[in-house]
């Protein structure tokens, strides 16, 4: 049987400062088989990004595991730090594309480049760099360099260095969130047009509930926390 593409359990997390200790979110499940999309929404300090840094391997949880495409990160293992490490490194390498809201472009590379580097990184050909920009709007930029170009193309360019790599899980955090309604409506009609074509595996964290609407599910990570009167 295919394993999901994510897979969350029991998967806990607070943090303290000073004498205070905040509870984020605890006894986290989720399972996502290929092509499924989810948003997480809840109010800012939900613990959206902190969920998405976890899944990536940014972040570890207090306990839970977390598992990709059936590799399986256990907070009680024995694992050395290093080793898990490696593991986590590899698979953002190869199988999970993040785009997180300041773009993560090499300012030094022009933006074929950093589609080409991000290819070349995860194992792919770097003959169709220029195809994504083209299929992101943006195939005429290809020589610029991210400070010659707006907000709204770092977006498309970043999007088409997650595609370039063709991984199995894309998490995106606020991918429009910078972006104009018109601009943050293009992208989102390229992000879900190339997910669905690709099969690709999405979690996006977003407050603008029109984009959470486009996803197969929805994660309300404050409702979770905070059920309210009577919940
Ligand atoms: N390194 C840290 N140390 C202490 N507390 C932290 C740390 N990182 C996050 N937090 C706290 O954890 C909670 C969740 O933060 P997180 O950034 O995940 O929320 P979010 O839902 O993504 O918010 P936003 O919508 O504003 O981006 C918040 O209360 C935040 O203050």
Known sequence: MTPPVLETKGLSKSFVSG????????????????GQSL????????????LL?????????????VSILGQRFDTGDAESPRARERRWASLRRQRIGV??????????????????????LAGRSTTDSQDWLQRLGIGELANRYP?????????RAAMAMVFAMQPDLILADEPTG?????????????????????GVTLV????????????ESILDMAHRNDPGPGG
């Open 19 to 34: 004498t205070e200790r905040v509870d984020v979110f605890s006894g986290l499940d989720i399972s996502l088989a290929p």
């Open 39 to 50: 948003s997480l929404v809840g109010r800012s300090g939900s613990g959206k990004s902190t």
């Open 53 to 65: 840094n976890i899944v990536c391997g940014l972040e570890s949880a207090d306990c839970g595991t």
């Open 99 to 120: 785009v997180f809201q300041d773009a993560n472009l090499m300012p030094a590379l022009s933006l074929a480049d950093n589609v080409r580097l991000r290819a070349r």
């Open 147 to 155: 400070d010659q170009v707006s907000g709204g193309q770092r977006q």
């Open 178 to 198: 910078s972006l104009d309604r018109h601009t943050a409506d293009e992208v989102a009609d390229t992000l879900f047009a190339l997910q669905a074509d690709a």
């Open 204 to 215: 996006l964290a977003t407050h603008d509930t029109e984009l959470a609407g486009r996803c």
